[in-house]
């Protein structure tokens, strides 16, 4: 069975503050872990995936293997970041199937 | 660009009416998938569709049922909505290469 665990359902920061928010997985082969925004009144969108290993908006992401997590993090927060984010995993063999964890919310005060 | 469109966006049911969602995506994605959105429950996938033609049961298909139209269209249904299927539904799709999935913007289903 595959699990992802956001511990934190609520996050909050100041502008200009480091952010990380923290995902835990279990998972038995290689999976691929990714980060999913939801920002107010818009569709859940694709932030970034571990393969790709790139920064977006400010955003990183490793995946540690040796403690199965998938933090995401950014050196100084924007009001902007303020959303609803969700650590996803895809099993190899899942038809693109994905288990989410059950979300961190993220404000960013002024 | 339309993506993936969900209609409808809100709808409140009794208990024991039947409704289909409905989902459609101008991607020409092979996969598409439902899944509901409940507080502190995250995303849990109801059933999915790797391919037009078959349909698969997911983490959470008890009192759904799910249609493969053609290739753009994926509808979910409730036969006898309960009060526990209350939740925001989203129906997603992906492309071959199975990486990324793109949302509808959700249905807010409430069952009264």
């Known amino acids: 069975a595959q699990r992802v665990t956001q511990p934190e359902k609520l996050l909050s920061v100041f502008k200009g503050a480091p952010v990380e928010l923290k995902c835990n997985y279990s998972?038995?082969?290689?999976?691929?872990l990714f980060w999913y925004v939801q920002y107010s009144r818009q569709r859940l969108q694709l932030l970034l995936r571990?393969?790709s290993r790139e920064s977006i908006k400010g955003f990183t992401a490793d995946l540690n293997k040796g403690e199965t997590s998938f933090h995401l993090k950014k050196p100084f927060a924007q009001e902007e970041d303020s959303a609803m984010y969700y650590c996803?995993?895809?099993?190899?063999?899942?038809?693109?199937?994905?288990?989410f964890g059950q979300g961190t919310i993220l404000t960013v005060h002024p | 660009n339309a993506g993936v469109t969900q209609t409808p966006k809100f709808q409140v049911l009794k208990t024991g009416q039947s409704m289909t969602l409905q989902c459609a995506q101008d991607?020409?994605?092979?996969?598409m998938y439902w899944y509901r959105q409940d507080p502190g429950m995250g995303l849990r996938l109801i059933y999915y569709s790797a391919s037009e033609g078959t349909t698969d049961k997911g983490e959470v298909p008890n009192g759904y049922n799910v249609s493969r139209l053609n290739k753009r269209e994926f509808s979910l249904r409730l036969e006898s909505a309960a009060p526990s299927q209350t939740s925001v539904y989203f129906c997603?799709?992906?492309?071959?290469?199975?990486?990324?999935?793109?949302f509808g913007q959700g249905t807010r289903l409430t069952v009264v």
């Open positions: 571990h393969i």
């Open positions: 996803a995993l895809k099993g190899g063999t899942s038809y693109g199937k994905l288990t």
């Open positions: 991607m020409n994605h092979n996969s």
């Open positions: 997603a799709s992906s492309g071959y290469d199975r990486v990324e999935a793109f």
């Open positions: 998972y038995s082969g290689s999976p691929e």
